[in-house]
């Protein structure tokens, strides 16, 4: 299968996963709560149905982790190679506000790294995309454009992408190293998405996340060109320990 076809059928699939949680949005729905208090809907329980299907009938060969079906031994995973990295609402507290910011996330991981990525905003109508050898994409209603990050220096005004939902207490110290800042608040992935497409310059997220949380935001923003690495300067990756949760990391388009 080549990149392009294999990444036409995943936007389809996150499109199709979308399309299902759009039904659920546009109307009452249930919420639950998982052990660590975290929203749950019948919207991610619906998206992940479409994208578990959709990616078993694509690459049959390939494991699929979802935030929806974690519970995955590291014995087992730690023999992957290669898999699907899956969230299938990110941002679940922005769908019960309705407010449009959540996302659909499925991200191909090889050897760590994410190759290809797809983030999909059903209620917004937009589609970030990606793949290592093809580049970074956007679609919305005025067609697809090619993303590349805003490269700047690391002084003036400095727009700062931020969590809507879980602001960092840690956030403000970071920040006092630049001479001025604008604040950019967004919810879920799509804050990953506008450090690629040149309406942020940095994105520091000093907060807890786990691996589908960034996985697919990831690789839009990195083949966009921005750099993404953990607080020590090392790269951010994927499969390599036992738990989930991403340690603190940043999303930069700042010259070094």
């Known amino acids: 299968m080549n990149q392009h076809h294999l990444l036409d059928q995943v936007v389809a699939i996150a499109k199709a996963a979308g399309e299902a949680a759009m039904i659920i949005y546009q109307k009452d729905f249930n919420i639950e709560y998982k052990g660590d208090d975290s929203p749950v809907t019948d919207a991610d329980l619906a998206a992940h149905a479409v994208i578990v299907k959709g990616l078993k009938a694509l690459t049959p060969h390939l494991p699929i982790l979802s ?119 967004k919810g879920s992935s799509l804050k990953l998405c506008l450090v690629a497409e040149g309406k942020a310059d940095i994105y520091p997220r000093l907060g807890l996340t786990s691996e589908w949380d960034t996985g697919a935001g990831h690789a839009v923003a990195e083949i966009a060109g921005a750099s993404i690495t953990q607080i020590d300067g090392s790269p951010l990756t994927y499969n390599q320990k036992a738990q989930y949760l991403n340690p603190y990391f940043i999303v930069s388009a700042l010259l070094d």
Request: proline share 5%.
């Open 67 to 185: 935030e929806e079906s974690a519970d995955i031994s590291w014995e087992e995973r730690r023999t992957w190679e290669e898999y699907w990295l899956v969230d299938p609402i990110d941002g679940t507290k922005e769908f019960i506000k309705k407010n449009g910011e959540f996302t659909v996330n499925i991200a191909l991981i090889k050897q760590g790294k994410p190759v290809l990525g797809v983030v999909d905003a059903p209620a917004l109508n937009e589609t970030y995309f990606a793949e290592a050898s093809l580049g970074a994409f956007k679609q919305d209603s005025q067609g697809i454009h090619s993303l590349k990050v805003t490269k700047k220096a690391n002084k003036g005004l400095i727009r700062v992408v931020g969590s809507r939902s879980h602001p960092s207490p840690d956030l403000a110290a970071y920040l006092e190293q630049f001479e001025a800042v604008d604040m950019v608040p």
